[in-house]
């Protein structure tokens, strides 16, 4: 569950900085559906990997080693 939480922050936290830095003085980035859709396609894709990732991390035995 640890695991899975740092995992979710992490992805929020990316999520954060391309947000912030289009926001910025050095680009003019105007945020429409295509640009929304856009950056909404890319959450859900980065989502879907940390998902699929807690899935299969559930499988390995570590202590084995």
Do not use: H, K, M, Q
């Not at 990997?49 to 807690?54: K, M, Q, S, T």
Request: aromatic fraction near 10%; charged fraction near 15%; proline fraction near 3%.
């Amino acid at each position: 569950e640890v695991t899975f939480a740092f995992l979710v922050a992490l992805v929020i936290g990316a999520l954060r900085a391309p947000v912030a830095t289009l926001n910025g003085p050095d680009y003019d980035v105007a945020w429409t559906t295509e640009t929304t859709g856009a950056f909404a396609g890319a959450a859900l894709v980065g989502a879907i990997i940390v998902l699929v990732l807690d899935w299969y991390a559930v499988d390995i035995d570590l202590d084995s080693a």
